[in-house]
């Protein structure tokens, strides 16, 4: 079965540090997502992306953040300085179409660790 | 706003007993429900959904209704195995063109032998 698959599983950098977080989604998917869950709190939305664009953004992503597809098959979340909050686990997730239950695929996971 | 609650965990059973995990909503419109399911050291898994009113969704002996006079989706399993033992997400997707699903705190099951 078709999966979505994250790299690094657990990332540790300083504060201040630029961390990229990748991603790949299911091949024939057209709508791409990052969500994020601090430890003990709930899964929160991040940023949605379809057709090289964010379609849809949170409170949460500000200028920090930053999400690409660099190519046919990588979807990316850049936090460009990071702070001891960003300390999470991020869930990329994706989906063929934008029908309201079509059902959101999510990878595994990266545990990411500000120090 | 809109926004899902759970019930609180972990909630602990013994193997073959019956679950249940409450979950309310609040929503504008008609939102599509979902439960998703998180293994240890895995991803989220859609368990189940639904998308309108009196409809139940069901996977792996699990069964949820979606009740809007209740604003409820109540997740259900008439006898739970240890391999049950998971972290269970209520979660809604907002009708009118939204995508992003907004989650409950999650529920941590614990299943003993």
């Known amino acids: 079965e078709p999966e979505v698959t994250q790299t690094p599983s657990h990332q540790v950098t300083q504060m201040g540090q630029e961390v990229i977080l990748r991603c790949v989604p299911i091949?024939?998917?057209?709508?791409f997502y990052w969500y994020r869950q601090i430890l003990g709190q709930k899964v929160e939305f991040l940023v949605s992306?379809?057709?090289?664009?964010?379609?849809?953004k949170s409170e949460i992503f500000d200028d920090q953040f930053s999400v690409e597809r660099p190519d046919g098959s990588n979807f990316t979340l850049k936090i460009r300085s990071t702070k001891l909050e960003d300390s999470a686990m991020y869930f990329c997730?994706?989906?063929?179409?934008?029908?309201?239950?079509?059902?959101?695929?999510f990878g595994p996971g990266t545990r990411l660790t500000v120090l | 706003g809109n926004s899902v609650t759970q019930m609180e965990g972990p909630v602990t059973l013994s193997e073959e007993a019956f679950l249940t995990i409450n979950c309310t909503y609040t929503?504008?419109?008609?939102?599509?429900l979902f439960w998703y399911v998180q293994y240890p050291g895995e991803g989220l898994q859609l368990l189940l959904k639904?998308?309108?009113?009196?409809d139940k969704g069901s996977n792996k002996g699990f069964e949820a209704t979606y009740r809007k006079e209740t604003t409820s989706f109540h997740l259900e399993k008439g006898s739970v195995q240890v391999s049950d033992s998971a972290v269970y997400f209520c979660?809604?997707?907002?009708?009118?063109?939204?995508?992003?699903?907004?989650f409950g705190a999650g529920t941590r099951l614990a299943v003993h032998p």
């Open positions: 997730a994706s989906r063929g179409t934008l029908q309201g239950a079509d059902t959101q695929y």
């Open positions: 091949s024939n998917h057209l709508y």
């Open positions: 992306f379809y057709n090289n664009e964010i379609s849809e």
């Open positions: 929503a504008t419109g008609y939102p599509s």
């Open positions: 639904a998308t309108k009113a009196d």
């Open positions: 979660a809604l997707i907002l009708s009118g063109g939204y995508n992003k699903l907004i």
